[in-house]
């Protein structure tokens, strides 16, 4: 199922995807209480034109992985590392789908990066490989947006990734997704129609099992925390009125516009 989170008049709350059978429009059958633990339908339908969608999670923290796709790190000059590079973007980088996403001010080259992001369902540390489906609620649309100016000229990648507005995630999560599936889906990201990159999940260097376990073995997770798989080869430049869209297969389109910082 998709699950997605959403406003509606001032309240918040999550929803079902579904379609109403009379009006062939899709629609959220209202979630009581949140996804976690379990998906309790209300029964309540509501208009999925009505309501604005927010991110689909709000996460506690973002953990991401850099340089996942060997022919993404060629692209950039670099090898791939030994070990998983893992960083953090904090929950002040996340908006949702169709929210803007503001130019840092202090960049002058910001990049596109789509990826499959995996939403985290329960608390969990110290996960073996063979039990990571056990700890995922399921999938969504990543774009690790990156100031690339910053991250070539800083050690630390924090300014780089973890600006306002740098990790639009969604428009859902599809839960039905299997680790087996996961593995092996499209990626595709465009600017203003036109298509930027194209990869697939199986060309990862490391899996999600893998990357799950490492993780786990240095941090707690929480329900709701994300992690950024990393991004297939393409990446390029954002311009202050780019409309950039991440689209993964199985899930559906994450679209943002690109604004000026007020």
């Known amino acids: 199922m998709r699950v ?3 406003s509606l008049e001032g309240n918040v709350g999550f929803g079902v995807l579904d379609t109403d059978p009379d009006r062939d429009e899709p629609v959220l059958d209202v979630v009581r209480g ?6 309790e339908r209300s029964g309540r339908h509501i208009p999925l034109k009505a309501v604005r969608l927010l991110p689909p ?46 130019y840092p001010s202090f960049s002058r080259e910001v990049h596109h ?3 499959l992001a995996v939403v ?7 996960v073996p490989p063979s039990r990571a489906a056990e700890v995922i609620l399921g999938y969504t ?16 990648w924090t300014r780089a990734k973890g600006f306002d507005g740098s990790c639009p995630l969604g428009p859902w999560v599809e839960t ?5 599936r996961a593995a092996d889906l499209a990626i595709m990201c465009t600017v203003n129609g036109e298509q930027r990159q194209l990869g697939r999940t199986d060309e990862m260097v490391r899996g999600i099992p893998e990357l799950i376990a490492h993780i ?13 798989t990393g991004t297939p080869a393409g990446v390029g430049p954002l311009e202050i009125g780019d409309e950039v869209a991440v689209t993964i297969e199985g899930i559906g389109t994450l679209t943002n516009k690109v604004v000026k910082r007020d």
Request: net charge negative; aromatic share 4%.
């Open 216 to 228: 786990t073995e240095a941090m707690t997770l929480l329900p709701g925390d994300v992690i950024l």
């Open 113 to 115: 990066e789509a990826e």
């Open 34 to 39: 949140h996804p976690f633990g379990g998906v």
């Open 141 to 156: 649309c990543a774009n690790d947006i990156t100031a690339r100016d910053i991250q070539r000229s800083e050690e630390q």
């Open 176 to 180: 039905e997704i299997t680790p087996e």
């Open 4 to 6: 997605a989170r959403f």
């Open 57 to 102: 999670v709000l996460p506690n923290k973002v953990v991401a992985v850099g340089r996942n796709y060997a022919e993404h790190a060629r692209e950039l000059g670099n090898e791939v590392p030994d070990t998983p590079v893992i960083f953090l973007k904090p929950s002040t980088s996340v908006v949702g789908p169709d929210d803007p996403v503001p």
């Open 120 to 126: 985290i369902g329960r608390m969990c540390r110290e």
